[in-house]
């Protein structure tokens, strides 16, 4: 049984930062995608930033781009995204998701499993 756990949500000032994590289980030796999607009470959840296994290929949103860094750790199989001069507009809940292959894939409807949500507050 796939699981995925996501940590390091919580409430953080405007110019603050936060490093979440997300632990991934049931994935041994299967080669995935792992990202990080957002999604903001009334909006659509989007695409924040994904890596794929080899690590060759990863993904920022034009939003998050030169803020935001993530990162993989594939013995440990947890990806991280490391969040830095956070805004009012980054609160939402960060989902951790995962994408069976090696494809990097943008789209919410490719990725076979999620975490519950962290959610993230940054204060003005």
């Known amino acids: 049984q796939v699981q995925l756990v996501e940590s390091g949500g919580g409430l953080v000032q405007a110019g603050g930062s936060l490093r979440l994590s997300c632990a991934a289980s049931?994935?041994?030796?299967?080669?995935?995608?792992m990202a990080w999607f957002r999604q903001a009470p009334g909006k659509e959840r989007d695409l924040v930033a994904a890596?794929?296994?080899?690590?060759?290929?990863?993904y920022h949103a034009d939003p998050v781009k030169g803020r935001f860094t993530v990162s993989r750790d594939n013995p440990r199989n947890t990806v991280h995204l490391q969040m830095n001069s956070l805004k009012p507009e980054d609160t939402a809940v960060y989902y951790c998701?995962?994408?069976?292959?090696?494809?990097?894939?943008?789209?919410?409807?490719?990725?076979?499993?999620w975490g519950q949500g962290t959610q993230v507050t940054v204060s003005s």
């Open positions: 998701a995962a994408d069976l292959g090696a494809l990097l894939h943008t789209s919410l409807r490719d990725y076979d499993y």
């Open positions: 049931g994935l041994t030796g299967l080669v995935y995608t």
């Open positions: 890596m794929a296994w080899s690590a060759s290929k990863t």
